[in-house]
């Protein structure tokens, strides 16, 4: 990435080192990050709840843990629901309640708080969640598709024009920026309820729409 930015801009080492270009292209990751949900952030882990231990910092689930999507009673495979911590304060106050299974939860200052505060044995919670993505080293690659990498070369050159102060090149440059992640938002969410799939002998291509039978699937 950091030769196609130089190849590009032809700003030379002497002018902005390697180190400096990895930032930018780093930052371009982690502005588009945090733009949507997507699927190659996803990940699933567990963390270990003890007897009367009510909260756990994210870091048990993993050191990149941020947003959590769902957390279930290992147990019982039983989904927690998840409340609002204002909820969960304005309902109970400083008294907490104890059960000896917990049945929801709250994150608050990058921990997961339990409630009712459970009372058996230690027990497992699996996790579904949302990831950090870590940093770009040299010679590494973002986690999403390859086709959408030059997406992070469009905002190195963005943050080149941008020093070279030529603000219609950074402008054009960051529009190329925005334009790949809006198509790389769309190749990762879009619906595929009218895609076509086949069925029966001869093939028979078929929808949801002319598929009665799988109503409510």
């Known amino acids: 990435m950091i030769a196609a930015i130089r190849t590009s801009t032809l700003l030379p080492a ?5 180190d400096e270009m990895l930032d930018w292209v780093n930052e371009g990751y982690f502005r588009l990050a945090v733009l949507h949900g997507w699927p190659w952030l996803e990940a699933a882990g567990h963390f270990h709840a003890t007897v009367g231990q009510q909260d756990y910092p994210l870091t048990d689930i993993d ?4 947003r959590l999507i769902a957390v279930y009673d290992d147990e019982s495979n039983r989904r927690l629901r998840q409340v609002a911590p204002a909820v969960a304060i ?3 106050g400083d008294e907490f309640p104890s059960a000896e299974r917990a049945t929801c939860f ?3 200052a990058d921990r997961i708080y339990l409630m009712p505060t459970p009372t058996a044995v230690t027990m497992i919670y699996k996790v579904l969640y949302h990831k950090a993505p870590a940093a770009l080293l040299v010679g590494t690659s973002p986690e999403f598709d390859p086709m959408f990498h030059h997406c992070l070369v469009h905002y190195g050159e963005f943050r080149a024009w941008q020093l070279e102060e030529d603000l219609d090149k950074a402008a054009a440059a ?6 790949m992640v809006d198509r790389m938002r769309m190749w990762y969410t879009q619906r595929v309820d009218d895609d076509p799939w086949t069925v029966g002998r001869p093939a028979v291509t078929s929808y949801w729409s002319n598929t009665p039978f799988l109503d409510g699937l």
């Open 63 to 66: 050191a990149s843990a941020r």
């Open 106 to 108: 709250f994150v608050w």
């Open 14 to 18: 002497t002018r902005v080192s390697d």
């Open 90 to 92: 304005n309902e109970y």
């Open 174 to 179: 960051y529009s190329h920026y925005a334009d």
